[in-house]
């Protein structure tokens, strides 16, 4: 069946550099997403690809059948849930959320 | 920056009654999704739609639900018979879809509260 995998929570200080992990086991999938979700708002794209990538603070790294979300500098204003999509064509398997707590 | 538009934000219904939730894709977008997330869990796939067709749907979208895109702007979701368990958040997506791989973007949810 076709799954992705992150961890339930994840903690880090401010400051410090954050990994959320992912893995999948689909079969087609090739590229990552990932997504950060605030409560009430919509879920907005931080990085994607099939390669390692960076957006401003967020760093995507890149094995076939996994990747990490890197956060740097991270910030009290970064808690929230954090989730990995694998894709292929159009269709996008969704793992179930990974959400950051940030201690001050 | 183009959006998706979701309305309303919250729709409360009677259980066994018909909900219609409406959303605007972005405009020359051409994959339509719709998710939904009941309190405290994780984002659903519900169902997807391309070129005026469901192109794939999860076991959840059964025969209580349908999608139409009746004007060429509006994408709606269909809930003929209000369950208990159909209380959750809905986010309805779209996509380029002109490259393989191209991101959703979400709107902001419908809240639907069923009584």
């Known amino acids: 069946k076709d799954q992705v995998f992150q961890p339930s929570t994840v903690a880090s200080s401010e400051g410090a550099v954050v990994e959320i992990f992912c893995n999948h086991s689909v079969s087609n999938a090739y590229n990552f997403f990932w997504y950060l979700h605030f409560p009430g708002c919509a879920p907005r794209l931080l990085v994607k690809?099939?390669?390692?990538?960076q957006q401003g603070r967020y760093n995507m790294t890149y094995e076939r059948f996994s990747s990490s979300l890197l956060i740097l500098q991270v910030r009290e204003a970064d808690a929230a849930v954090y989730y990995c999509a694998a894709c292929y064509g159009q269709n996008f398997v969704f793992g179930p959320g990974t959400r950051l707590s940030v201690l001050p | 920056e183009p959006e998706v538009t979701q309305t309303p934000s919250h729709q409360v219904t009677q259980m066994g009654q018909e909900v219609i939730l409406r959303c605007v894709p972005i405009?020359?977008?051409?994959?339509f999704y719709w998710y939904r997330q009941i309190l405290g869990q994780k984002v659903e796939f519900l169902v997807s739609?391309?070129?005026?067709?469901?192109?794939?749907k999860s076991e959840i979208f059964d025969d209580q639900f349908s999608v139409e895109r009746p004007d060429g702007s509006n994408f709606t979701l269909k809930i003929r018979s209000t369950k208990l368990e159909d209380s959750a958040m809905y986010f309805c997506?779209?996509?380029?879809?002109?490259?393989?791989?191209?991101?959703?973007?979400f709107g902001n949810g419908t809240r639907l509260t069923v009584t």
């Open positions: 739609f391309y070129n005026n067709e469901i192109s794939e």
């Open positions: 997506a779209s996509a380029p879809g002109q490259t393989t791989n191209s991101p959703l973007h």
């Open positions: 405009s020359n977008h051409l994959y």
């Open positions: 690809g099939s390669k390692p990538s």
